[in-house]
């Protein structure tokens, strides 16, 4: 048996089937794959009319899942399940021919719905996986769309259902963790307004031109959908969708964004998870110093501390140690070993007499993880924001815990931010904005 690559397949992209190209470089390459396909295809009639429209749209949907992925050397996955295809734009009986013409072609690569393997360990069954070949990744090339700019390339069409409901994420022994799948939502009238809220703003901010950075539309994400406690009041975030989104981009290029042509600021909240639950515990946080500038440390700890705090939230407790992921993005940043730099006891001895509420915190396997908590504080923050300044024809792009705006409307959106945090959170936010330099 060959063995298979069971984390890459794990990890490999939904293909939505939901982008269109928007250069003349993707529509060329798009108008070439399709004729491709239709000369190796033994039809006794050609498509025509409204069918070849439609099986070209699916062409270029595809592609558009498939070449951006191939930018990150990514799988993608799709069930082939009729029931899958029942309410999108891309039909079964397209995307079967679709996927026959590009395997004939040999353009893509599949892995069947089967059990995945890394080493000596099995993976669940999962949706048949496709990927790019070389041979297609060339012809895009040679067409002027590179794999790694393919998202430059291609616009996903806004999210018809922009609510997302995850299950709890697991972890097993010897396995990294499995992200939570995804759940059937139960729509009564409260989700209803949930998710037409969502597809509101998405319509209003599609109407403004962004520059700089790469935008088509929000999902909203709830976590724990399968836990007791769960009453769409866990997680909650906005995120936009694609790979290649400006929520990716460093800080000091998404100041160099635009909206509507007009230069942006990003207006932060700092530490907006400590705030909240500091504030929710009635023992609000003194917003006149910095809370990740702890006595005894200095400056120089901020980064290690407000790494462990994230840590401590992420685990409803302290850290033991500090983990593979957090030494080596300290080791990215700075060059240094965190470890031996901040031992984790220093830093969590100091952390526990500055914050004793933290220190207390214990994990209750029967309680929703604190994390959950408070991202859907905040995101309710966020997002009742962006909806008022929506009701000014005021746009506005979320970054979690911040808010990108227009620079001439700063003032606004601090005042509507502040409100709207203190009226979801019950805590005071100390507000920053930055500006391109």
């Given at each position: 048996?060959?063995?298979?690559?069971?984390?890459?397949?794990?990890?490999?992209?939904?293909?939505?089937?939901?982008?269109?190209?928007?250069?003349?470089?993707?529509?060329?390459?798009?108008?070439?794959?399709?004729?491709?396909?239709?000369?190796s295809?033994?039809?006794?009639?050609?498509?025509?009319?409204?069918?070849?429209?439609?099986?070209?749209?699916?062409?270029?949907?595809?592609?558009?899942?498939?070449?951006?992925?191939?930018?990150?050397?990514?799988?993608?996955?799709?069930?082939?399940?009729?029931?899958?295809?029942?309410?999108?734009?891309?039909?079964?009986?397209?995307?079967?021919?679709?996927?026959?013409?590009?395997?004939?072609?040999?353009?893509?690569?599949?892995?069947?719905?089967?059990?995945?393997?890394?080493?000596?360990?099995?993976?669940?069954?999962?949706?048949?996986?496709?990927?790019?070949?070389?041979?297609?990744?060339?012809?895009?090339?040679?067409?002027?769309?590179?794999?790694?700019?393919?998202?430059?390339?291609?616009?996903?069409?806004?999210?018809?259902?922009?609510?997302?409901?995850?299950?709890?994420?697991?972890?097993?022994?010897?396995?990294?963790?499995?992200?939570?799948?995804?759940?059937?939502i139960?729509?009564?009238?409260?989700?209803?307004?949930?998710?037409?809220?969502?597809?509101?703003?998405?319509?209003?901010?599609?109407?403004?031109?962004?520059?700089?950075?790469?935008?088509?539309?929000?999902?909203?994400?709830?976590?724990?959908?399968?836990?007791?406690?769960?009453?769409?009041?866990?997680?909650?975030?906005?995120?936009?969708?694609?790979?290649?989104?400006?929520?990716?981009?460093?800080?000091?290029?998404?100041?160099?964004?635009?909206i509507g042509?007009?230069?942006?600021?990003?207006?932060?909240?700092?530490?907006?998870?400590?705030?909240?639950?500091?504030?929710?515990?009635?023992?609000?946080?003194?917003?006149k110093?910095?809370?990740?500038?702890?006595?005894?440390?200095?400056?120089?700890?901020?980064?290690?501390?407000?790494?462990?705090?994230t840590?401590?939230?992420?685990?409803?407790?302290?850290?033991?140690?500090?983990?593979?992921?957090?030494?080596?993005?300290?080791?990215?940043?700075?060059?240094?070993?965190?470890?031996?730099?901040y031992?984790?006891?220093?830093?969590?001895?100091?952390?526990?007499?500055?914050?004793?509420?933290?220190?207390?915190?214990?994990?209750?396997?029967?309680?929703?993880?604190?994390?959950a908590?408070?991202?859907?504080?905040?995101?309710?923050?966020?997002?009742?924001?962006?909806?008022?300044?929506?009701?000014?024809?005021?746009?506005?792009l979320?970054?979690?815990?911040?808010?990108?705006?227009?620079?001439?409307?700063?003032?606004?959106?601090?005042?509507?931010?502040?409100?709207?945090?203190?009226?979801?959170?019950?805590?005071?936010?100390?507000?920053?904005s930055?500006?391109?330099?």
């Open positions: 048996m060959v063995e298979i690559d069971g984390g890459a397949l794990r990890n490999a992209e939904f293909a939505s089937l939901t982008s269109r190209p928007v250069t003349d470089q993707a529509r060329h390459l798009i108008d070439e794959v399709h004729r491709k396909i239709e000369e295809e033994e039809r006794q009639r050609q498509r025509r009319g409204a069918r070849a429209l439609s099986f070209h749209r699916a062409v270029g949907a595809f592609l558009g899942d498939l070449l951006p992925a191939a930018g990150h050397n990514n799988w993608v996955f799709r069930s082939v399940a009729p029931q899958s295809f029942t309410t999108k734009a891309v039909s079964h009986r397209n995307f079967i021919a679709l996927r026959a013409g590009l395997l004939g072609l040999k353009f893509i690569t599949e892995k069947g719905a089967t059990t995945f393997w890394s080493g000596n360990l099995p993976y669940k069954r999962f949706a048949t996986r496709y990927r790019a070949t070389a041979k297609l990744v060339n012809l895009a090339k040679k067409f002027g769309v590179p794999a790694d700019e393919a998202g430059k390339h291609f616009i996903k069409e806004l999210p018809k259902q922009p609510l997302v409901l995850k299950a709890s994420s697991t972890r097993q022994p010897r396995r990294d963790k499995v992200r939570g799948k995804n759940l059937k139960s729509y009564t009238d409260d989700v209803r307004a949930i998710e037409q809220a969502i597809k509101g703003l998405n319509a209003f901010l599609d109407k403004f031109p962004i520059g700089g950075g790469v935008h088509r539309g929000y999902v909203r994400q709830f976590d724990l959908g399968d836990h007791p406690e769960f009453r769409w009041n866990l997680g909650g975030r906005l995120y936009s969708q694609g790979k290649e989104n400006y929520q990716q981009m460093p800080g000091t290029e998404r100041l160099k964004m635009t042509g007009e230069a942006v600021c990003e207006i932060d909240i700092r530490a907006s998870f400590l705030t909240i639950f500091h504030a929710r515990q009635g023992q609000p946080l003194n917003q110093s910095d809370p990740y500038v702890l006595p005894g440390l200095g400056k120089t700890a901020r980064d290690a501390v407000k790494t462990f705090i840590t401590t939230f992420g685990n409803s407790q302290f850290p033991a140690k500090w983990s593979q992921r957090a030494v080596m993005e300290y080791t990215e940043r700075t060059g240094e070993n965190l470890s031996k730099v031992p984790v006891v220093k830093i969590r001895e100091q952390i526990a007499k500055s914050y004793p509420l933290l220190g207390a915190l214990c994990r209750n396997a029967k309680k929703p993880p604190i994390w908590e408070l991202m859907f504080l905040e995101s309710e923050a966020v997002i009742k924001t962006m909806i008022a300044l929506q009701g000014r024809d005021v746009p506005s979320s970054v979690h815990d911040s808010l990108i705006v227009q620079q001439s409307q700063e003032a606004l959106a601090t005042k509507l931010l502040a409100e709207s945090y203190q009226a979801a959170t019950t805590a005071i936010p100390h507000i920053r930055a500006k391109a330099t």
